[in-house]
């Protein structure tokens, strides 16, 4: 089962993120193969972190919950809040593998809040620029629940057209860049 997991950071935590930076990375490492996605987001100045994403690999929702609740960083009271979800790898890659590289061009997260009827169950035609694409959905998988995208794009306006605004209740934009130790 692959599960996207979002700690959102709580505001003046910083200090606590970078001392505990190597805690993080040791736990992900932990994860490294069943990983799909990971990278923090940014405030739209692109220096201040805002959260931290996860997209993984994982038997079922009980290990789900420890993977985002057990983490180094949530444990000292880093993130103000956690979006766990049930997700569904549309592009059936990892980040790793995907054509445009690590680096060149914005990044961005966009999450669609689900509203009503499911929407954006299909991969857009245009896929040279998705990194990760696939909804969101309940614990056992049934209910839509939104759309989670990792792209690339040369602005939030453009990143944000990804989906289709009428059809969520809201769509958020981050600054998001390629996650973990430096090569």
């Known amino acids: 089962m692959e599960f996207f997991c979002y700690h959102r950071d709580r505001p003046g935590s910083l200090v606590l993120r970078d001392k505990l930076l190597e805690e993080h990375w040791s736990y992900m490492d932990r994860y490294a193969a069943q990983m799909i996605a990971r990278g923090p987001t940014f405030a739209g100045d692109g220096e201040a972190p805002t959260g931290s994403v996860h997209i993984v690999g994982l038997p079922d929702p009980a290990a789900a919950r420890a993977f985002a609740f057990d983490e180094p960083n949530y444990q000292a009271g880093v993130y103000r809040g956690v979006l766990l ?4 790898n549309m592009l059936g890659r ?3 593998d995907f054509p445009g590289g690590r680096m060149g ?23 040279d620029d998705l990194i990760a694409y696939g ?5 056992e998988g049934a209910t839509w629940l939104g759309t989670a ?12 057209a990804v989906l289709t605004a009428d059809r ?8 998001w860049q390629f996650g973990g130790r430096p090569s």
């Open 149 to 160: 995208v990792l792209l690339r794009a040369p602005d939030p306006d453009t990143a944000r």
């Open 168 to 175: 969520y209740a809201n769509i958020e934009v981050h600054d």
């Open 85 to 88: 979800r049930r997700w569904r």
């Open 105 to 127: 061009g914005n990044r961005y997260l966009v999450l669609g809040l689900g509203s009503g009827q499911a929407a954006g169950l299909g991969v857009p035609p245009d896929r």
């Open 135 to 139: 909804p969101l959905l309940s614990d």
């Open 94 to 96: 990892t980040m790793w």
